[in-house]
């Protein structure tokens, strides 16, 4: 069974650019989260995926945008960067709906310069 | 809105001492779940309590759900050098939503 995985490991991105976060769930886990995690925080939820509709949203504008695919590969989209997206974006798979049991990537970090 | 605050936020200590941590809310919860996270990696989870008073343990550490619901206790014990990184203690609101705690360092020294 693999984990999951996410790509690129590490980005950077001028200001007002547009970016797109990858993330390759866990096999068989048809639930997929994405989590903002600041320098020196913890992770912010930012949403939430479950056989390709978006469930539960956190406290993100709307240029952050997501989509997850019928493998259940999903994508983070940002656009128009701010420096204060600088940070580290974690995807977590889980197996059932509303289960607690995530598996984390190891993330993207993301720098906005 | 719903905030875990963790307590201490860092801690140095020597190898083969006892660590105590804890994670405080003002809202209650059904659920609470301890992650560990190493640097640059994702959390991973240690141990996971569902009823008020519950105390689990895996290997080195023990864990405990608050009576009143809005807390949460880790203990490790005898410390090792592995047991370094950033300790957070999570929850779930909305059923779908994990909301994370401030964190608590961890720093052993051999």
């Known amino acids: 069974e693999t984990g999951v995985t996410q790509s690129p490991t590490h980005l950077i991105k001028t200001r007002g650019q547009q970016v797109t976060l990858r993330c390759s769930s866990q096999?068989?886990?048809?639930?997929v989260s994405w989590y903002q995690q600041a320098l020196g925080q913890g992770p912010q939820f930012i949403f939430q995926?479950?056989?390709?509709?978006?469930?539960g949203r956190g406290n993100f504008p709307p240029r952050f945008s997501g989509l997850q695919f019928p493998n259940y590969s999903s994508e983070l989209n940002v656009n128009a960067l701010e420096l204060d997206d600088s940070a580290l974006y974690l995807c977590a798979s889980s197996l059932v709906l509303g289960n607690y049991g995530y598996t984390f990537g190891s993330g993207t970090r993301l720098t906005v310069v | 809105g719903q905030q875990l605050n963790q307590s201490p936020q860092s801690m140095f200590i020597q190898e083969g001492e006892d660590v105590s941590m804890n994670c405080t809310s003002s809202s209650i919860f059904n659920t609470w779940l301890w992650y560990k996270q190493d640097p640059g990696e994702g959390p991973v989870l240690l141990i996971a309590l569902y009823k008020a008073g519950e105390l689990t343990s895996n290997g080195r550490l023990t864990a405990q759900f608050g009576i009143t619901r809005k807390d949460s206790f880790l203990n490790i014990s005898a410390s090792i050098p592995s047991d370094v990184g950033i300790y957070f203690c999570a929850s779930l609101y909305a059923t779908n939503k994990l909301i994370f705690g401030t964190g608590t360092l961890l720093a052993v020294q051999p």
């Open positions: 995926y479950y056989r390709e509709e978006e469930n």
């Open positions: 096999s068989g886990h048809n639930t």
